[in-house]
């Protein structure tokens, strides 16, 4: 358990997600708590792709609910629509040299825009978003650079981006997401602006998740693109609908 405590602490950290801050002088403050997930991979000390191990995997979580301006920012992530998603399908069972394929962007919240970057790109007022962590994880975070005279009676750490729980999150990772596609030559259509197009390629977007049709080469393309901004993400492929 604290390896895994220590792993989800290291990914924050990595994505520079928070930085040092007083207690004293901290306003919005939120606790926040551990989620334990128990999962099965693949091991990797095995020569058998198929032999699977079981992880343990801690979620560090903001308790949302504490957020003094919770129900005073803008919170709206779009999502497609279901028609979107038939409409996709439907794309690909017309197009016999097309495939469907789906990728999953993994701590998609840890990688949003910034408190900053929000603030800049919507002309919204920045926010300001402390937390504590859960107890016991003080001895951990002092293992990192910057963080060796960490005292929980008197730090606490500043939100730099709108952590997993705010209520911000989904969308700090939207907006950021759509630039991204955008730059890709994708045009969300009048019907639904998270159903996007571009020759030999559609796309349906689900938050972190994304469903794509078209050609395997303008997909490749596509998450490489992603991957560039977001880091290596969970892909998978499948054959036309038509040869189904």
């Not at 007083?22 to 792709?49: C, E, G, I």
């Not at 979620?59 to 003094?68: A, E, I, S």
Request: hydrophobic letters at 40%; one cysteine or more; a neutral charge.
């Amino acid at each position: 358990m604290s390896l895994a405590t220590a792993k989800e602490l290291e990914i924050w950290f990595e994505n520079k997600c928070f930085e040092k801050a007083f207690l004293k002088d901290a306003r919005n403050l939120m606790t926040s708590r551990y989620v334990v997930k128990w999962k099965f991979v693949k091991d990797p000390s095995s020569h058998d792709s198929s032999e699977m191990t079981k992880i343990i995997r801690m979620r560090l979580v903001l308790r949302g609910f504490m957020d003094t301006e919770a129900y005073s920012i803008e919170t709206f992530a779009g999502t497609a629509r279901r028609t979107s998603q038939r409409i996709l399908a439907s794309e690909a069972a017309c197009h016999p040299d097309w495939i469907i394929c789906s990728i999953d962007v993994d701590k998609a919240f840890l990688n949003g825009y910034t408190h900053k970057e929000l603030a800049e790109k919507t002309g919204e007022p920045e926010r300001h978003v402390y937390f504590t962590l859960p107890p016991g994880s003080a001895a951990i975070i002092r293992q990192f650079k910057g963080y060796e005279d960490y005292d929980e009676a008197k730090h606490c750490l500043k939100c730099l981006k709108p952590g997993t729980g705010t209520k911000e999150a989904p969308r700090a990772f939207s907006l950021k997401l759509a630039e991204v596609t955008r730059s890709f030559g994708l045009v969300g259509t009048s019907f639904d602006p998270e159903f996007e197009m571009a020759d030999g390629l559609r796309t349906a977007k689900h938050v972190d998740d994304v469903n794509l049709t078209g050609l395997e080469t303008r997909i490749d393309a596509y998450i490489k693109v992603v991957e560039k901004t977001f880091g290596q993400v969970k892909v998978n492929k499948h054959l036309s609908l038509i040869h189904i």
